[in-house]
Every structure is written in C-alpha cells, then in structure tokens.
C-alpha cells in the first residue's frame, strides 16, 4: 500500500485513508482494552487473529445477504472496507446474561433469554458507552426511526446466522455487539466481529473463548482464540 494517512488510532484498530473516497485501511493491532480503556495490554499475534476471524465472519455474513463494508484481506492484519458514516451507537443482542446485563438487572450469569434480547448503546467512551432507549436516540438526532428498525433487525438477523454456526463447532453465541454505518444512503455493517466483541462459551464445559478471558484475568487469552478460530475452521 504506498500512501496512507492514520485517520483515527481507536483502542484496537487503526483506520486509514488511502487515498480513495470511499475507501479505509483498517489495521487490526495487537493491542487489548477492558473497562473501557482502564485495562490495557498488547498481546501478540491478536491483530492477525482477529483479522482472521473478521474477514471469516464478515465473508460468512455477506454469503447470507447482510451488507457489510467488507471489501478485502490485504495482509496479515489489514483490511480494506467501504468508507461509512458511523453511527455512535452500539447494537447488542444477548442469548443469555452475562457481563453488563447482570450487574444492571441483577440476573444470574448464563441465564438463557429466548427470545434474544436487543439493546441500543451509546459508543461514547467518555460516558462509559451507557445503555440508552430509542426516545434516546431520537432526542439526541442520531439515526431515523426507520434506521434503529433496520439495526434491530439486522443484528437479529445476524445472530440467527451465527449461532448455529457457533452451535455446529460446540460454541454458545452468548451475546456480542455490532456498529452499523451509513455508505451512500444505505445501512451497512461496519466495525469487526470477533471474540474481541462477542462472548463465546464451550457448550459442554462452559469454558470462556473471548474478551473475558482478559477483562477477568483468566489468562492464555490468544490461545483461546485461536483454539476457537481452530474449532471454527478459521485458521
Ligand atoms: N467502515 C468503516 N468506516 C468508517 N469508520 C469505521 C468503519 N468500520 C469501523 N469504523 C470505526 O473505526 C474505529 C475502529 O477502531 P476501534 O479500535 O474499534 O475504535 P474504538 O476504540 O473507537 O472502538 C471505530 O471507531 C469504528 O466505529
Ligand atoms: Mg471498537
């Protein structure tokens, strides 16, 4: 790639122009985040296995007609996307309780929601990215009624693609998150899956593949997932 301009240093990737409108770079970089920001660490090789996993789901996702701004694996650790418009919120649907919901609810971890639950947040990290309702978003002019319905929908959509897919290799899709984006007037899927942004349990053992196993000091975090892209036949 001969020119490119860092256009934003988020707390894992790195987001490029390359001199092409409606085009990024995005270099996923080895660095990990918890707590939003208060945790930090790098850990080898987690750029390239993520990449990995990204550029397999986002392929898998696109094969069963969501839009994403998915265009190429250009290295190791770099993608090229569709340029959006990012919406400041954050998507997540959850199969069962964990993280977040249970602290705010007082739900016992690992309690199966079915149906799936939907939640709106605000990716704002000076605000620690709060929960916020639809009225929120409306208040504040972020996305059209008929957007947060397309969001909605899409993030069910995709859940009901990967958690049979998940099931298939022994894995419980317990939540994850998505960003979603606006590329010539149209929603797209933006941003990453990975275990960076999705909880993934071994459906016998209930042994934890994902981000938790850094936010909770469980260790061998990158074994795990690569364990996991392993099992998944990613990698
Ligand atoms: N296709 C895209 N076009 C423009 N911005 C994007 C696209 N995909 C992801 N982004 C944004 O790029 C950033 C990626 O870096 P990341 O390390 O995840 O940042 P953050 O710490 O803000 O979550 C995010 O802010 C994300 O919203
Ligand atoms: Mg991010």
Request: proline letters at 3%; aromatic letters at 10%.
């Amino acid at each position: 790639m001969s020119e490119r301009l860092a256009l934003y240093k988020g707390k894992s990737k790195t987001v490029y122009d390359i001199g092409k409108p409606s085009e990024l770079l995005v270099e996923f970089r080895n660095d990990a985040t918890g707590g939003n920001g208060a945790k930090h660490a790098v850990l080898e090789e987690k750029g390239r296995v993520n990449c990995a996993f990204d550029a397999f789901i986002m392929a898998m996702l696109a094969e069963n007609g969501i839009k994403t701004h998915w265009l190429k694996k250009v290295s190791d650790t770099e993608i090229v996307v569709r340029r959006l418009d990012m919406l400041p919120i954050e998507c997540i649907v959850r199969n069962r309780a964990a993280g977040g919901i249970c602290k705010r609810l007082g739900i016992e971890r690992g309690r199966v929601f079915a149906p799936p639950i939907f939640e709106f947040f605000l990716k704002d990290d000076s605000l620690g990215d709060p929960i916020i309702t639809e009225d929120h978003i409306f208040m504040m002019q972020l996305a059209s009624k008929e957007n947060l319905a397309s969001m909605k929908v899409l993030t069910h959509r995709v859940n009901n693609i990967l958690k049979p897919f998940f099931a298939k290799a022994g894995f419980d899709l317990v939540d994850f998150k998505l960003e979603f984006g606006y590329y010539q007037g149209e929603l797209l899927l933006g941003d990453e899956f990975t275990l960076d942004g999705c909880r993934l349990w071994d459906i016998q053992s209930g042994e934890i593949y994902d981000k938790d196993r850094f936010r909770l000091d469980l260790g061998d975090v990158i074994q795990f997932y690569k364990k996991a892209s392993t099992r998944l036949g990613i990698l």
